[in-house]
């Protein structure tokens, strides 16, 4: 699994924007949605919890078919399925990676970019947890709809059709735990559902990713 880890991290960085281009992605959002809502401090607080995980979700977007579309055209996939190391772990490893390159980023940066949509201070603690809880998923049911796309040919939009309803529990309880956060209210309860959210994806998702790669291999 390490190896595999650490070959994702390695194409990533070589490939040239597979780290940055979901956290371009992600300030451009910040920054352009001011100007289409207006510069109103009271606006952009109310709406801020919301763009920001939005904002996350369609970064993640974004590498997703990065995941198993290159080892599917050049052979490495095959490879992958042959070798001592279940596909469950290929799934495992390839899903951390991609959290690496493209979440983790968005989880350092979110607090900063927060204060673009003047989202209030005492949110941006909660913004950072659920961010840090929540973007696992996002990339754990990212890997699982890139291994039901694999070697379907500009698979890139039916991707997204497949992941984006998949996301949507995430998007509810990590924008209500920076909500409640800035109105000063606790957030405890969806930050546990969140937390149970991610549980339940990493222990379920490596199996069911392995098994739409074993079909798509055939």
């Not at 451009?28 to 109310?46: E, K, N, Q, Y």
């Not at 350092?108 to 929540?134: D, K, R």
Request: glycine share 12%; charged share 10%.
């Amino acid at each position: 699994m390490k190896a595999v880890f650490l070959r994702d991290l390695r194409l990533a960085f070589r490939a040239g924007g597979g780290v940055g281009l979901g956290l371009a992605f992600f300030l451009i959002v910040c920054t352009l949605v001011p100007f289409g809502v207006g510069a109103g401090g009271d606006i952009l607080s109310r709406i801020a919890p919301g763009i920001m995980w939005v904002g996350a979700l369609l970064a993640c977007l974004l590498s997703l078919d990065r995941i198993f579309a290159l080892d599917g055209e050049d052979g490495s996939l095959d490879l992958l399925a042959t070798a001592p190391l279940p596909l469950e772990g290929v799934v495992l490893a390839k899903a951390a990676a991609h959290w690496v390159t493209t979440g983790l980023p968005l989880v350092v940066a979110a607090p900063l970019f927060g204060l673009l949509l003047h989202l209030p201070t005492p949110a941006l603690p909660w913004l950072l947890t659920s961010l840090a809880l929540g973007t696992p998923a996002l990339s754990m049911l990212g890997a699982f709809g890139a291994a039901l796309t694999v070697g379907v040919r500009r698979g890139g939009l039916l991707l997204s059709a497949l992941v984006l309803p998949l996301y949507i529990p995430t998007l509810i309880f990590g924008a209500e735990t920076v909500r409640l956060g800035a109105a000063g209210q606790d957030p405890a309860t969806p930050l546990a559902l969140l937390a149970g959210i991610t549980l339940a994806v990493v222990a379920a998702i490596p199996f069911a990713a392995a098994a739409a790669l074993r079909v798509n291999l055939r």
